[in-house]
């Protein structure tokens, strides 16, 4: 998706016959949680005068190895704060020399993202006690890091009290999986050479296989499924009637996320309120393809209070493997008793999973894609 450089917006890649997908992201520089700098101007010094930016980014997740700073790779946390360390108030600046450290800025994010995933709106905050420093400047020394990888859609001054992850009400996630038309399917669309590229993944791609499908659609099942079963089918629409059922209900997710710490296993750490998960067929414009028809695609849109660790990745890979097995459309509710995390599938790849965006302001069911 070329959502870095503004070439094509999200939404603009949603047109199907009967308005399934609705333009409801507006452009992404015009967003209406812009707000100005004089409001939060305060006269009183020290700790007052601490200034707040948020900034929102869009990224692209295979240029990046995750959101989080790590020694030696290649972030996103570290190319946005390597480039905010000019924003650092003289204070600051001479504690990270005094203890030989570079001169870099803090961004807190509204949630790490992992290695191969992108952002359309990204939300992280920065904080300085200089008084000179302009929302422009900031926006554009972002921009200047890693064009058509990463940029700065907008950045804003807000109050204080603003926490990119503590202030956020929901997440909003988009998967998209592209399918591989054969002319001579007859009716069948076989997935060829590759569900999605993942070819900075191939651990995580060991755990997948491809199959069969039906109406669109593709399967990917781990391969002690595959030795076990003959090839699957499935339906894009049981794919959609299996996630419904998670929508409204604050539920326990722990059998769903991976590598999550042990304090964070059990109880209130682990439940999560789905305010939407659905599934839908479309076609997104392709160059490569021919027909001139787009390319077809799976796409399944989540949005929740909050995610845990590759819970969307698993989430949406269990549903898959499941609607292939013929499963109840309650299968999802059923594998929240499990006791084991075996009992759910591998994450699907990162590779066309993007996170679209993170609200402040209560959900609104109308600002979604699928409907």
């Not at 199907?16 to 305060?42: L, P, Q, R, W």
Request: glycine share 8%; net charge neutral.
């Amino acid at each position: 998706m070329l959502i870095t450089d503004r070439r094509l917006s999200l939404s603009s890649m949603f047109v199907v016959e009967g308005n399934m997908f609705e333009d409801v992201i507006e452009e992404t520089h015009a967003c209406k949680e812009i707000e100005s700098a004089e409001t939060y101007k305060d006269s009183r010094g020290g700790r007052w005068a601490r200034r707040t930016f948020k900034i929102v980014v869009s990224y692209h997740g295979s240029s990046f190895d995750g959101w989080q700073k790590q020694p030696g790779l290649r972030t996103v946390q570290g190319s946005v704060e390597s480039v905010l360390g000019k924003f650092v108030d003289d204070k600051k600046a001479q504690q990270l020399r005094d203890k030989s450290l570079p001169v870099e800025g803090c961004a807190t994010v509204a949630g790490r993202t992992d290695k191969g995933v992108s952002a359309l709106q990204q939300v992280c905050s920065f904080y300085t006690w200089r008084t000179d420093v302009k929302t422009q400047e900031i926006e554009h020394a972002i921009n200047t890091v890693a064009p058509g990888q990463l940029r700065a859609v907008y950045v804003s001054e807000v109050s204080r009290a603003f926490h990119p992850n503590f202030s956020a009400k929901w997440r909003h996630y988009l998967y998209i999986f592209p399918l591989k038309v054969e002319e001579e399917s007859l009716g069948l669309e076989n997935i060829g050479g590759g569900f999605i590229q993942c070819n900075n993944h191939d651990e995580e791609r060991k755990e997948w296989v491809e199959n069969g499908l039906e109406n669109g659609c593709s399967i990917m099942v781990d391969e002690d499924y595959l030795e076990r079963s003959k090839p699957m089918r499935f339906s894009v629409s049981k794919v959609d009637r299996i996630l419904r059922q998670l929508e409204g209900r604050l539920l326990s997710y722990k059998m769903f996320a991976r590598d999550t710490k042990s304090s964070r296993n059990e109880g209130p750490p682990t439940e999560c309120f789905l305010y939407h998960a659905r599934a839908a067929e479309t076609r997104l414009p392709c160059p490569d393809e021919v027909d001139g028809n787009g390319l077809g695609v799976m796409c399944v849109e989540l949005v929740a209070n909050r995610f845990l660790r590759k819970m969307v990745r698993v989430l949406v890979a269990t549903s898959i493997r499941e609607a292939a097995a013929g499963a109840g459309d309650d299968v999802l509710l059923r594998l929240m008793d499990a006791t084991c995390r075996r009992a759910t599938a591998p994450p699907a790849p990162p590779d066309g999973l993007c996170l679209v965006d993170v609200g402040y302001e209560d959900f609104k069911p109308g600002n979604t894609f699928i409907r």
